[in-house]
């Protein structure tokens, strides 16, 4: 088993930044990808970015290219999404996730995956 943690949301005027962090506990040695998601109400959850947890490959949405970065501390088994000039769009539930498996997508995670609890990012206009 792999538990998640999830911190850093909250509420912020549009342009600005905040940083999720995703600490990562257990058999954190079976994760292959650590990824990013988000939800809004009525809609499916979507693919924000991931990154390889051996380190290296990272991976990002469109919508977020050039915006968002994510990072990982292996010391600290913590995964980082560095959100800046968000706009009232990025408003939604973010959710950290831990890919178990070799070689699957890094954009395709699935139930059977390790989820964290959620964190809620409010961008205000």
């Known amino acids: 088993q792999v538990q998640l943690v999830e911190s850093g949301g909250g509420l912020v005027q549009a342009g600005g930044s905040l940083r999720l962090s995703c600490a990562a506990s257990?058999?954190?040695?079976?994760?292959?990808?650590m990824g990013w998601f988000r939800q809004t109400p009525g809609k499916e959850r979507e693919f924000v970015s991931a990154i390889k947890w051996s380190g290296g490959s990272t991976y990002y949405a469109d919508a977020v290219m050039g915006r968002f970065t994510i990072s990982r501390d292996g010391a600290k088994n913590t995964v980082y999404l560095q959100m800046n000039s968000l706009n009232p769009e990025d408003t939604a539930v973010y959710y950290c996730?831990?890919?178990?498996?070799?070689?699957?997508?890094?954009?395709?995670?699935?139930?059977?995956?390790?989820w964290g609890q959620g964190t809620q990012v409010t961008v205000s206009s």
């Open positions: 257990g058999r954190t040695f079976s994760i292959y990808h």
């Open positions: 996730a831990a890919q178990r498996g070799l070689g699957r997508s890094p954009r395709l995670f699935t139930d059977s995956d390790y």
